[in-house]
């Protein structure tokens, strides 16, 4: 998809991977719609795109709202006339042990990770399909996690998210296809934003060379690829593939491996 003057809609633009993201579309001619629920650092960002000579406009929101999301498609479609793409971003983290889990943060962690993605998808699927009538294909970026092909000690919850949001991902994309419609899974390992620093880093990383620590930009780049050019799944790095591939393939040896990437002080492996 040729991205100038493309309508584009963009969860969690108010920091880290959705930022980086919207400031290389904004650089591509892209016409975005900034939603997530700080509206100072969304404003903050449109007024940068724009005084850049981008195009984008700021909706405050929440995913967890059914009425948030169809405000955020409505706005998009009323500013640039329709909508070519969904980039689903929004997202947060938790790491707990099974022992230590609320019933609030693990119901927390799925409303926004996995039922925010259907919510915002769901209210942009009637343009998406109308743009994709007219004979432009139009696209949905899935930013799911290796978190959502490989189980580690403490992100069970978050897994159990992501998890959900490859399956989601992997039937819509065969669902929408033939409406035009092509869907993207975006896989990366951690990345250096607010999300890691909010977590305890010993725990999110542990304590062996599991630590691929990727910038923003290198992800932001890898959407704007897959939103040009779809494919199916797109691991960042690449290499990470081999380890989701054995994970199913053979559990006791992935086993071995995730316990040598992931150490953590005072627990036998
Ligand atoms: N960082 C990592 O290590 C890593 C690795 C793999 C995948 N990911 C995934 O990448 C995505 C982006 O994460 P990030 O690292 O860029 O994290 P981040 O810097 O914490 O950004 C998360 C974004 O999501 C928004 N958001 C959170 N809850 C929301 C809600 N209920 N409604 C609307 N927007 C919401 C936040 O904005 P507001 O607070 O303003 O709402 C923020 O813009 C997430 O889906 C995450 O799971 C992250």
Redesign the pocket.
Known sequence: MELSGRSILL????????RATAELLAREGARLTL????SG?LETLRSSIQSSGGTAIAVA????SVPDAERAVALAVQSFGGLDAVVN?????MLASLAEAADESVAELLD??LL?TFRVTRAAYRALSERARSGARSVIVN?A??AGRVGVPYYSFYNASKFGLVGMTEAWRRELRPSGIDVVLLI????E????ARLDRGRALGLGPAGTVLT?ERVAREIVGALRRPRPEVYIPRRNRWIGLLNVLSPRLADRIVNRLFRYPGRRT
């Open positions: 969860t969690g633009a108010s920091g880290g991977i959705g939603f997530a629920r700080r650092p929101g929440d995913v967890r971003n929004a997202g947060i983290g926004v990770n925010g930013v996690s290796f990366p390992a951690a990345v934003t607010e999300f890691l923003p």
